[in-house]
């Protein structure tokens, strides 16, 4: 099996239920930053790194995270 740590995948937010806890721009700062004005993350990049992205994925209290193929049932 290839190493897949540095792979990129698709991402996007569905933000309806955040909790605006930060966590995904600690964990991903790459891909998500942080709107001041409306105190919620925002995607600064469509696409990541996988590991970094499925981290805050998995950690994302609200299920608020979309990673195209990734199923949170694992
Ligand atoms: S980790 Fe989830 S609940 Fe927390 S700010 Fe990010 S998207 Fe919102």
């Given at each position: 099996?290839?190493n897949?740590?540095?792979?990129?995948?698709d991402?996007?937010?569905?933000?309806?239920?955040?909790?605006?806890?930060?966590?995904?721009?600690e964990?991903?700062?790459?891909?998500?930053?942080?709107?001041?004005?409306?105190?919620?993350?925002?995607?600064k990049d469509?696409?990541?790194?996988?590991?970094?992205?499925?981290?805050?994925?998995?950690?994302?209290?609200?299920?608020?995270i979309?990673?195209?193929?990734?199923?949170?049932d694992w």
């Amino acid at each position: 099996m290839a190493n897949q740590a540095d792979d990129t995948v698709d991402v996007g937010l569905d933000l309806e239920h955040c909790s605006g806890c930060q966590g995904c721009v600690e964990m991903c700062p790459e891909v998500f930053g942080w709107d001041d004005t409306l105190e919620l993350p925002v995607l600064k990049d469509s696409t990541g790194r996988r590991e970094q992205v499925l981290q805050a994925a998995a950690f994302c209290p609200k299920d608020c995270i979309r990673v195209a193929g990734w199923k949170r049932d694992w």
